[in-house]
């Protein structure tokens, strides 16, 4: 019996030592540079909220950010905000062009885009997704100042630390009131390091600054698919592009 007892502990301490150690998470910074191929890109989709006594919807959008070797090269974004028009925003490196939106009915006749160097995520950027995981310089940020567990990376970072590891951020939301808005943030990795899912949020009057908005919260949840899908964004026709937006 006592021999039986012996060579049963043995196996189980032969077992435990064959067993794999649990794989360590993937990095995401190295995983997002392996995908950055020119004519390559990632599909998105976002919902934004307003979250206090109650929640509403702002808005959802839709989009595709196709890649370079640095990130973002260019975007075609349409958003759906809740009682505005639908605006779609097109970018191309620093150039972007929006049609619809607050410009619906602004633009001269036979024009449907406005030409911008500003606002890459257009008008709906005031509401849209301020973390973007395409960036390396980011999601880098997003790393250092989080914590990572299995598959989800969770942490806080400031508007001003956002600005400055960001180029979508500080050009998607150009004016804000406050720098030192907190914005929380939880990213969900694929088993490969990927960005699956991105859900931020911050205090509303960091960048609206009126009484409507005290002690509201702005929710963004964005779901990414498609990493290294083949795109192709271009500028729209530049016979329907203007600068002049009649004021």
Not at 34 to 47: A, D, I
Not at 99 to 110: A, I, K, Q, V, Y
Not at 153 to 181: C, Q, Y
Not at 185 to 203: D, F, I, N, Q, W
């Amino acid at each position: 019996m006592k021999t039986t007892i012996a060579a049963l502990m043995a196996c189980g301490f032969l077992l435990a030592a064959a067993a794999p150690a649990q794989a360590a998470p993937k990095d995401p910074v190295r995983a997002l540079k392996g995908k950055l191929t020119s004519g390559h890109g990632v599909r998105f989709t976002e919902t934004t909220t307003l979250s206090g006594d109650d929640t509403i919807k702002i808005q959802s959008r839709k989009g595709i950010f196709q890649f370079d070797a640095r990130g973002v090269a260019a975007s075609d974004i349409t958003a759906t905000p809740v009682g505005r028009p639908r605006e779609r925003t097109i970018s191309v490196g620093k150039v972007s062009y929006t049609s619809g939106g607050m410009w619906e009915d602004r633009l001269p006749e036979g024009k449907s885009w406005l030409k911008g160097n500003a606002l890459l995520g257009g008008g709906s950027g005031f509401y849209g997704q301020v973390i973007n995981p395409v960036e390396p310089k980011t999601l880098a940020a997003l790393v250092k100042k989080g914590r990572l567990s299995g598959s989800t990376l969770t942490g806080k970072i400031t508007f001003k630390e956002l600005a400055k590891a960001s180029r979508w951020f500080d050009a998607s939301v150009p004016l804000r009131m406050h720098n030192g808005t907190k914005v929380s943030y939880t990213l969900t990795l694929t088993p490969a390091g990927l960005v699956s899912r991105v859900k931020s949020s911050y205090a509303a009057t960091g960048v609206f600054d009126k009484t409507e908005f005290e002690g509201k919260t702005i929710t963004i949840d964005s779901r990414f698919t498609g990493w290294g899908t083949r795109v192709s964004v271009k500028a729209p026709p530049s016979e329907k592009v203007t600068t002049d937006t009649g004021d």
